[in-house]
């Protein structure tokens, strides 16, 4: 139980670290889509041999199509919702509008806030759809006494950058440095608590059982690539993101044989 609090910890304490220095240092965009990028490649990684591989020899083709299908419908389904909440946001904003040149200014920067604050609620809705059940599956290899330590990698480098550029989105946005880390610190909290679970109820459960959310994890984890995370990298990065992406994947993958 020890080792799974520690290996909880020490993966959502990226979180809490993305979380306080997006909140107050300026970061170039580059570097931000370089990082997103790296954690692309890395959760490549973890997406194939750790989740929706485990998924399918313990529950098989059937039981990880359907987990991995719900995963991204889900995470689709919300990245949409708030899509839809930061549109609103938008046109309440241009509703309110003043006449003068300056007040305008001050409208679209406010709209232009707007929309990075949804952003950074997309970025915490991926961390917690596809966190949960990697941590789970983190815990269960844990109990099981099969290490863990490339999924530990994975997830570090993957929450990393991830709440790093939410919490600078949600700053844009106008949020406090406390609501930012509080938010952000419940996040790290429920995935820690995932690792414990995993490793303690979980770790005897039937295997079939632990094939969904391995499943649901590698669903998110696809959508959140295709919806968010390499979409904003390329967008800030051009197509030098490609080898920051390789060279995640293949730290990844190097940790995965140790």
């Not at 313990?58 to 389904?77: D, H, N």
């Not at 099981?144 to 550029?165: Q, W």
Request: proline share 3%; net charge negative; with cysteine.
């Amino acid at each position: 139980m020890t080792e799974a609090l520690v290996f909880g910890a020490l993966g959502s304490s990226a979180l809490l670290l993305g979380a306080i220095v997006g909140g107050r240092v300026q970061i170039p965009k580059r570097v931000l889509a370089a990082m997103l990028a790296f954690a692309s490649g890395a959760l490549i990684t973890a997406l194939a041999f750790e989740l929706f591989e485990d998924s399918y020899e313990q529950g098989g083709m059937w039981r990880a199509g359907l987990g991995l299908a719900a995963g991204a419908i889900v995470f689709t389904l919300v990245s949409h919702w708030l899509d839809h909440v930061a549109e609103g946001d938008v046109e309440e904003d241009h509703g309110s509008e003043k006449l003068d040149t300056d007040a305008a200014a001050s409208d679209r920067a406010s709209s232009s806030a707007s929309i990075s604050g949804a952003a950074g609620l997309a970025l915490l809705a991926a961390v917690t759809l596809d966190g949960v059940p990697e941590n789970i599956a983190l815990g269960v290899s844990l109990g099981e006494g099969t290490g863990g330590l490339a999924l530990l990698a994975a997830i570090f480098v993957s929450n990393f950058p991830e709440s790093l550029v939410g919490s600078a989105s949600m700053r844009a946005q106008g949020r406090s440095q406390a609501w930012i880390v509080g938010t952000w610190g419940i996040c790290a909290l429920l995935l820690t608590v995932a690792v414990v679970v995993g490793a303690g109820p979980l770790s005897q459960a039937d295997e079939a059982t632990l094939s969904l959310p391995l499943a649901f994890a590698a669903g998110a984890v696809i959508a959140s690539l295709a919806d968010t995370l390499m979409p904003e990298a390329y967008e800030h990065g051009g197509p030098s993101v490609a080898l920051s992406t390789a060279a995640g994947f293949v730290l990844s993958f190097m940790l995965s044989t140790i």
